[in-house]
């Protein structure tokens, strides 16, 4: 039996098949393939939202105001959870009257701003402003890839370059203003002493705005998933975007200037609230300022050198073996004492927090977070862990609001009640 096997498994050697691994991904070339909108079948609407179907994509397109369009695709016709934590919950639609007629080779959809045409070949998009410029145009398009390691698809999306465009945003990136010419990753990354040339680092926003001598416009891809902007750099006539996840759902945000794309952008993620006054004064902030008498020496020198200074920042090193929400006493031992005298000084404090708490069953923070089930799980239900400052920590679940309120009331632990002339400020990173 065994030499019956042999001649079997050298024979099919000999021919060049490999049974090994998973047959259909052999049998399909093992390589990724891109999958495109088929033809346009037909298409309706509800309110101000247009839906467009084809047998193997839908795209639906909301007009929200004149100047701001979501576009969404749903592989297979069915969309996902229409939810975002990024859209303010107080923006309102317009109500906005758009023009829509059908053509022989497209669909148009026209506002007071803008004209949208869809392709019913391929479901491909062009906007071009009320002078006929084009500002936002399909290249390849939107289409995807089947991710097999990890389920789901990558969904992508082309547009054209137009010359002379300048691309601005996505938060804290390294390099040149201008992004034309690279590429970028939106992924949360605590990355201390980065260079010019590093990416991704610390603040994700997947919103941009291309600007050229005529004209501006935003896009802001709303998708949780690890994320890449590519500005001309594969391609140097194409702009690309794409997530490793998700839907794929992005906001067209009309000019024509750049003010007026974030103008719009903050209408419709939400505005910050108003700072306090010293908000806006000058932050001596390192890692890392301590013990306290370095502390006050550090104030003492700003008013003796009469250089002015509102707020001193401290890092990590004032907690207990980095347990949030804690001071360590040898190096603090009456931060309440130093806090109010470096007010009386003029200086607000603000003290760093990281939101991985310590996994320690004597650390009141962490039992609280157990007993209560605030703490992140993973989709296969245990805990889930990761390594922060402190060691291995928990991280709590910021969706949860009975968690976002029990958060909140931990800030209080770090002072005691201050004269009101008195003020002490946390910040969180």
Not at 315 to 331: S, V
Request: proline residues 5%.
């Amino acid at each position: 039996m065994a030499e019956e096997l042999d001649v079997i498994e050298n024979s099919a050697s000999e021919n060049g098949a490999d049974f090994s691994g998973n047959y259909i991904e052999k049998f399909e070339g093992g390589k990724t393939k891109d999958h495109y909108p088929t033809a346009c079948e037909s298409w309706d609407k509800v309110g101000n939202t247009f839906y467009f179907h084809a047998s193997n994509c839908s795209l639906e397109i909301s007009i929200l105001t004149n100047d701001i369009l979501k576009f969404r695709y749903a592989n297979d016709g069915y969309f996902e959870d229409d939810f975002s934590y990024a859209v303010d919950p107080a923006f309102k639609p317009e109500p906005v009257s758009p023009d829509f007629k059908e053509r022989g080779t497209y669909y148009a959809i026209h506002t007071d701003k803008v004209k949208c045409y869809i392709h019913k070949e391929n479901l491909k998009t062009t906007i071009l402003n009320l002078d006929g410029e084009i500002l936002f145009k399909d290249e390849k398009g939107y289409h995807w890839q089947e991710e097999p390691t990890f389920g789901g698809n990558v969904v992508i999306s082309t547009k054209l370059l137009r010359s002379g465009e300048g691309f601005y945003g996505l938060g804290d990136k390294t390099g040149k203003l201008n992004l034309r010419g690279t590429r970028k990753q939106l992924w949360g990354t605590d990355c201390y002493g980065y260079g010019n040339e590093t990416d991704p680092v610390y603040k994700n926003i997947p919103f941009y705005i291309g600007q050229t001598q005529s004209s501006s416009y935003g896009v802001f891809m709303d998708n949780t998933f690890r994320s890449f902007f590519d500005f001309g750099e594969e391609r140097k006539n194409v702009v690309s975007f794409w997530a490793q996840g998700g839907e794929m759902r992005y906001y067209f945000i009309n000019g024509p200037k750049p003010l007026d794309v974030t103008k719009r952008f903050t209408r419709l993620t939400g505005t910050a609230s108003m700072p306090p006054k010293w908000a806006l004064g000058y932050h001596q902030s390192k890692w890392s300022y301590y013990p306290e008498s370095v502390v006050r020496n550090l104030g003492k020198e700003f008013r003796d050198r009469k250089i002015p200074c509102d707020v001193i920042h401290l890092d990590i090193d004032y907690m207990d073996g980095y347990r949030c929400f804690t001071w360590n006493n040898e190096r603090f031992p009456d931060p309440d004492k130093m806090i109010r005298e470096l007010g009386e000084q003029g200086f607000k404090t603000v003290v760093i927090i990281d939101p991985g708490i310590k996994i320690d069953k004597d650390y009141s923070v962490y039992k609280e977070g157990i007993e209560n089930n605030y703490f992140c799980t993973r989709a296969d239900g245990p805990l889930l862990k990761g390594s922060v400052w402190p060691g291995p920590c928990h991280f709590p679940d910021f969706t949860n609001p009975q968690v976002r309120e029990w958060w909140a009331t931990l800030f209080e632990g770090l002072a005691v009640a201050l004269p009101t002339r008195v003020s002490v400020a946390f910040g969180m990173t």
